[in-house]
């Protein structure tokens, strides 16, 4: 496998979201030396991946029994997405740049790697980064760097790739690894659980506030494999934290597996945001290449007026299939879901969320916008259940869909179990194209057609952008820019 | 400044507009008027550049300009400005936003630097100021849940924004109270300038009273049927249309 990800904590360079030519402008290979494991699965490649990694003897076992799981399992069929059959066995699920011994600075990280996250707009040298974002970088399945570690653990605050805390923080990962999504959660995250190679790991202990953006960047480079990353996120009690993940991918004629898992754990009164800008590789127009991402994310509001905010921004990928979801277990918990996603050209997305109300007066927010172009397809599929005892529990969810034009679809699937007479949930969607009129409004006050049909995008994005970072904002806005170029006409 | 000569136009099959000839000269202010569907906002749509109008006979010029061969936007950025009948919602994009993307597309095209936010708020709050309207307009969404008048309004502030050189307003002052009607008025008049022309299509005399036009035009079955005047529309007023009306409208006739 292939994958950079940069942990990082702040701010991302405009040049991410600069303006091209219908291009997908992230699509470049990085020539490096590569170190693979044999394309397939069995248990010897689960055994070489753990070694590599050094894993103590618990990770292997739990990985194995994964693994054991995965086998007894079918690829899920129930969502809206089509692709031709993956062939697990033709996959390489180790992927790493060769010179990598662990660097432990900046100096002894390969310069063609620094270099490819300069071209990203990532600069991992933190004197040029931007003060108040902390960066982890992860390259196929190794992270890479990771910047101001220091700073960050004179607060407490662990932030390091995933493969680190196994070593150093076996206690807490541990205690944590699986207890949000288990290896028998689903097809894909019982899959990654066995052969996930890298992510990013992160604590923050009691009562501290994250004082920069924390964020992890993504990258695949290698040809034919897969990426497999795992994040998990503790904010231990009263501690909050802000954490943004992005994401690319060379331009490649065949299709890559992306199958992450992300577990967010916020104790009492502790608060995680998570925000992602997912630009992975989307495929050219007729739909040849492009990511598969099949991805599980779910966070546990383990305590009281615990809150957990998720927030995403969905442009690449030729399928995206995710459904970031929170458990309201604490009394008073809160959680909520925040989602762009737009297909342009033969894209596809299901995507939505879950929100399990368990805790009493738990309350849930659900804004999806949904964008289609071209022949993109994309569903919002959101379950809202309120378990007997969570009195006076409340959902509102919105979702809204824009049509930009005849070939595309939109679908909205939402599901709704209420077992506690006291919750209040409602669901208000919408569905609109978007209107010659109101382009030929905006033209005749002089604004181009491509101009017209951003002001209205953004308009109809609005709530979903206002949750993001600032910098972050921005960067979405012009990734979706670029992403709706020729969209129109 | 605008040459409209035999101006024929159709909606999908449908004639709409059957020969119309106009000439508004700079300084002026011309008023047209007219029955419902006689082809006043067709007119003025044709003029901005609304897509599926189309011309099947007839020229326009507009500063020496084929004006019919420019984009919609080419038409704005070049002076040309709609007050639009039915102003159109923009949900989530605030006023504030659309004013200075209009703005600043139009002074890129004429190669004028584009104002930063800070300056775009003292010019666009001088404008409020001119216009009796309150700040909050700034930051509401473009016309979402605005009252009818709200809307003509707000049309008017793009128009004091923009500053064109051929405004047309389309039925600016219909569903306005008597104040919004004089700030209307008020933000036209501010606008009058030797080197600019406004077009008004009304029903109603009372606009008149505030803007004194210097020709005004009757529209009737996709024609200008009678031009006078500002006494012409004191006349209309006391009579009606019907002595004016073509025995056959475009769509009864046969087409060639
Ligand atoms: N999109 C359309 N499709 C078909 N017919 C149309 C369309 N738009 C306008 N028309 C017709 O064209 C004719 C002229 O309409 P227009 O809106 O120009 O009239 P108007 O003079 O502005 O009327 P009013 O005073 O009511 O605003 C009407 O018969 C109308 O029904
Ligand atoms: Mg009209």
Not at chain 1, 211 to 230: C, D, H, V, W
Not at chain 2, 120 to 135: I, P
Request: hydrophobic fraction near 40%; aromatic fraction near 8%; charge should be negative.
């Amino acid at each position: 496998m292939n994958h950079a990800e940069v942990r990082r904590a702040e701010t991302r360079n405009p040049e991410v979201a600069q303006r091209v030519t219908d291009e997908y402008r992230w699509g470049f290979v990085t020539d490096i030396e590569q170190e693979t494991v044999p394309k397939g699965l069995n248990e010897d490649v689960i055994r070489l991946i753990s070694a590599k990694k050094n894993e103590p003897e618990f990770m292997l076992e739990w990985r194995l029994t994964a693994y054991r799981h995965w086998l007894t399992l079918r690829e899920p069929a129930w969502s809206t997405v089509h692709h031709p059959p993956i062939d697990y066995q033709a996959i390489h699920y180790y992927a790493a740049p060769k010179t990598r011994t662990q660097p432990k600075n900046l100096s002894e990280v390969d310069p063609e790697l620094l270099r490819t996250y300069e071209k990203l707009g990532i600069p991992l040298q933190e004197r040029e980064a931007l003060a108040g974002v902390a960066v982890d970088a992860v390259f196929d399945s190794v992270s890479v760097a990771t910047t101001f570690k220091d700073k960050l653990e004179s607060l407490g605050i662990i932030f390091c790739p995933f493969s680190e805390a196994v070593q150093k923080h076996s206690g807490l990962v541990r205690e944590y690894l699986g207890s949000v999504v288990p290896y028998t959660d689903n097809y894909f995250a019982t899959l990654n659980s066995a052969v996930f190679t890298d992510g990013s790991f992160v604590y923050v202990p009691k009562g501290v506030r994250c004082p920069m953006e924390l964020s992890t960047y993504f990258r695949i480079n290698a040809k034919n494999s897969g990426q497999f990353e795992r994040t998990l996120i503790i904010a231990d009690e009263g501690a909050s934290v802000s954490y943004l993940e992005g994401c690319t991918a060379p331009m490649r004629d065949e299709n890559q597996l992306h199958a992450a898992v992300v577990e967010l754990v916020a104790l009492k009164d502790a608060r995680i945001k998570y925000s992602t800008v997912q630009n992975w590789y989307p495929g050219d127009r007729e739909g040849r290449g492009g990511i598969y991402n099949f991805v599980t994310k779910r966070g546990d509001c383990r305590g009281d007026r615990a809150h957990i905010s998720w927030t995403q921004v969905e442009t690449g990928s030729a399928i995206t299939w995710k459904y970031p979801s929170c458990i309201l277990r604490g009394d008073d918990s809160v959680g909520e879901f925040y989602s762009v996603a737009l297909t342009n050209h033969r894209q596809q997305a299901d995507t939505g969320t879950k929100m399990i109300h368990i805790g009493k007066n738990s309350r849930s927010t659900i804004v999806s916008k949904g964008i289609s172009a071209g022949f993109g397809s994309n569903a919002y599929r959101g379950l809202v259940k309120v378990l007997p005892g969570a009195a006076n529990a409340r959902n509102h969810t919105q979702c809204d869909s824009l049509l930009m034009s005849d070939h595309c679809a939109a679908h909205t699937f939402p599901y709704i179990e209420v077992k506690n007479p006291t919750a209040t949930v409602e669901h208000e969607a919408t569905t609109s194209k978007i209107g010659d009129d109101q382009l030929f409004y905006l033209r005749s006050r002089g604004l181009s057609e491509e101009d017209a049909v951003n002001l209205i995008v953004n308009g109809f994005c609005k709530e979903v952008f206002k949750e993001l970072p600032m910098e972050f904002a921005v960067e979405a806005q012009k990734l979706l820019a670029v992403s709706l170029e020729g969209a129109i006409g | 400044m605008l040459h409209i000569e035999n101006l024929h136009v159709s909606i999908g099959d449908k004639p709409i507009l059957a020969g119309i000839d106009l000439d508004v000269k700079a300084g002026e202010v011309h008023a047209i008027m007219g029955p419902n569907g006689s082809g006043k906002s067709t007119l003025a749509q044709v003029l901005a550049g609304r897509e599926g109008y189309v011309v099947t006979a007839g020229c326009v010029r507009y500063l020496d300009r084929d004006l019919l061969a420019l984009a919609p936007e080419e038409r704005a950025r070049a002076g040309v400005f709609l007050a639009f009948q039915y102003p159109l919602e923009i949900p989530g994009v605030a006023n504030v936003q659309l004013l200075r993307t209009a703005l600043n597309s139009v002074r890129r095209s004429r190669n004028e630097t584009e104002l930063d936010a800070m300056d775009f708020l003292d010019t666009v709050k001088g404008k409020l100021e001119l216009l009796g309207m309150d700040d909050s307009f700034l930051y509401r969404a473009v016309n979402e849940g605005f009252s009818g008048g709200e809307k003509k309004r707000n049309e008017i502030l793009q128009m004091a924004v923009l500053e064109p050189r051929l405004a047309i307003l389309d039925e600016t002052d219909s569903g306005l109270d008597i104040d919004a009607l004089k700030t209307v008025a008020h933000g036209v008049n501010a606008l009058k300038h030797p080197g600019r022309a406004v077009i008004l299509v009304t029903h109603y005399q009372r606009l008149l009273n505030y803007i004194v036009p210097d020709r005004v035009h009757v529209l009737a079955g996709g024609r200008i049927v009678r031009s006078g005047d500002a006494s012409l529309a004191l006349e209309l007023e006391e009579r009606g249309y019907g002595w004016l009306m073509p025995e056959s409208s475009p769509q009864t006739e046969a087409r060639p």
